[in-house]
């Protein structure tokens, strides 16, 4: 069975600093490994999706991620933190050896507060 | 652009009232899913489809049913509410160019059950 575990459930930065959501995750075959960010009252959005290929992923708003297979994690990261990036941070993971309808499964969620 | 829009956006109902929460996309995505998400839970995949007519369970499909006649259509119906499935629902697709593992997501229903 595929899971993924964001091992803190807030995480807090000043603005201008760099920030980091961690993120690990378990799957018997090869990963597709997503990260989502949610405003207040809003639906979920992508940011960023590793597939194959470059182990640093970029996605928007200049965040990128890191995947490092023999740590099995996939941590988010942002060079300079906003303000605006305070949210609801969300991983997820598609095991690619499991069948069965492209079903994702999401880790519980971070929340980030970035601070003046 | 559409895209992917849930109604209501809130809903308050009583124990034991058939609620159906719609969800509608404008890209044509293959696939659709509803998810419920609670504090401490993140989310948790209710049921998914693969196509109009193809609905799968998922994690916690109790108490929820689902149908899927038309592509852009996937409707969830809570057959007899009950205070624990006061949650917010989400819907997601996913398909065309983007590839069908990456998701988008409606903007949520939030239901209370009384």
């Known amino acids: 069975a595929q899971s993924v575990a964001q091992p803190e459930d807030q995480v807090n930065v000043a603005e201008g600093n760099p920030l980091t959501v961690k993120c690990t995750y378990s799957v018997s075959g090869n990963p597709y490994l997503f990260w989502y960010v949610q405003y207040p009252n809003r639906g979920l959005q992508f940011l960023l999706k590793?597939?194959?290929?470059?182990?640093l992923v970029k996605g928007s708003y200049g965040f990128e991620a890191e995947f490092n297979k023999s740590q099995t994690s996939f941590h988010l990261k942002k060079p300079s933190a906003l303000v605006s990036d305070s949210a609801l941070y969300f991983c997820?993971?598609?095991?690619?050896?499991?069948?069965?309808?492209?079903?994702?499964?999401f880790g519980t969620g971070t929340q980030l507060k970035v601070e003046l | 652009d559409a895209g992917i829009t849930q109604s209501p956006r809130y809903k308050i109902t009583e124990t034991g009232r058939q609620v159906t929460l719609m969800c509608h996309q404008t890209w044509s995505h293959s696939y659709m899913f509803w998810y419920r998400q609670d504090l401490g839970h993140g989310l948790r995949l209710i049921y998914y489809s693969a196509a109009a007519d193809i609905t799968d369970k998922g994690e916690v499909p109790d108490g929820y049913v689902v149908s899927r006649s038309k592509t852009e259509n996937f409707p969830l119906t809570l057959e007899s509410a009950t205070r624990s499935q006061t949650s917010v629902y989400f819907c997601a697709s996913s398909g065309g160019l983007a590839g069908v593992l990456t998701q988008y997501f409606g903007p949520g229903t939030r239901l209370l059950v009384l």
């Open positions: 997820a993971v598609r095991d690619m050896a499991t069948g069965g309808g492209n079903k994702l499964t």
């Open positions: 590793y597939i194959t290929g470059d182990n």
